[in-house]
């Protein structure tokens, strides 16, 4: 298989490395620069809904936490 971009299934995996990239920078700007206005986010039983909310959260987790996610796997379907 070539991996050029193409594919809708390409363009997945590539926009969710550019996430979790941005994640391994802590740069929350970044990360949500890679989902849309309306974002649903499942936190522990309770859904939130928008970049605010989203915005929110990463700052809570990146101020608790420092963690860097490595060897990630990404799979995806062939319309993305």
């Known amino acids: 298989m070539i991996i050029d971009g193409s594919r809708a299934a390409d363009r997945t995996s590539a926009l969710i490395l550019r996430f ?20 649903v986010h499942d936190v522990n039983h309770q859904r939130e ?3 605010a909310a989203l915005r929110s ?23 993305g």
């Open 20 to 39: 979790y990239a941005a994640y391994n920078r802590r740069d929350i700007e970044g990360m949500l620069d890679c989902v849309n206005d309306d974002v």
């Open 49 to 51: 809904t928008g970049k």
């Open 57 to 79: 959260y990463l700052q809570r987790i990146l101020r608790c936490y420092h963690e860097e996610l490595r060897d990630i796997v990404v799979l995806s379907i062939d319309d």
